[in-house]
């Protein structure tokens, strides 16, 4: 029986692509007006997250550090000059960032429904970014009440999906086996195959209906609206 739903929160419940093309347009706007490579910038952006994150997950570097590689590839690949202070200069992204915070439309609507089914079912977040960020999140979109817990890697011991501990710690922050836990989010690897390597039920939300192939027992959504059918299907 699936007793707890943790949702993850960037491109699952919040808008983080969005947020992230209008806040990197304007800081690219406010330091060059009128850049040739503007309308690359929001996807040059999501690429190096993709890149430099990692060497924080890994321990390699702090958080604010790999937030400093980031910007300054950013700067060298769009030939612009490096700011002298990188913290100062990610801090203005960040309120341009923070300016288009929103939740994705069927976010509310899937938890009213999981609310109302009568199943009392825990609803919680794992995610991999950090808490003061990710609760500044879901407080801003009237989220943070429906929530608990809020499980990120300061929580969990330092342990970062795909890592199995983090999954089985995150269960036992809930006190559940694994297998009445269910996870559901973006990241093909992070959100769903990965936690089902430790028994937990692993849901991959496919906003953009790609049709890549999945494998068993991994369940494809393309909207959270599809939530309460897919564990309707797991409890029959």
Not at 159 to 172: G, S, V
Request: proline fraction near 8%; charge should be negative; glycine fraction near 8%.
């Amino acid at each position: 029986m699936i007793r707890s739903i943790l949702f993850d929160l960037d491109e699952t419940l919040f808008d983080h692509r969005g947020a992230v093309a209008h806040g990197v347009t304007r800081w690219t706007e406010s330091v060059a007006p009128g850049h040739a490579l503007l309308p690359e910038t929001p996807s040059l952006w999501r690429e190096l997250e993709d890149k430099h994150l990692p060497a924080w997950h890994s321990g390699e570097c702090s958080f604010e550090e790999q937030r400093r590689r980031r910007l300054r590839e950013f700067c060298v690949r769009l030939g612009l000059p490096v700011p002298p202070d990188l913290d100062e200069a990610f801090a203005r992204f960040l309120a341009h960032y923070e300016t288009a915070w929103a939740a994705f439309p069927d976010a509310v609507p899937v938890l009213d429904a999981l609310d109302d089914s009568g199943r009392g079912l825990t609803l919680g977040v794992l995610t991999n970014g950090v808490p003061l960020q990710q609760e500044a999140k879901l407080r801003r979109l009237g989220l943070l009440d429906r929530l608990d817990p809020v499980l990120t890697p300061d929580a969990l011991g330092g342990r970062f999906k795909p890592d199995p501990e983090c999954y089985l710690r995150a269960a036992a922050k809930l006190g559940l086996r694994p297998d009445e836990v269910l996870l559901v989010g973006d990241n093909l690897e992070l959100d769903a195959v990965g936690p089902t390597h430790v028994g937990m039920h692993g849901v991959w939300l496919d906003r953009h209906a790609t049709g890549r192939p999945v494998p068993a027992p991994v369940v494809t959504v393309t909207s959270l609206s599809e939530l309460p059918g897919v564990i309707d299907g797991l409890t029959s």
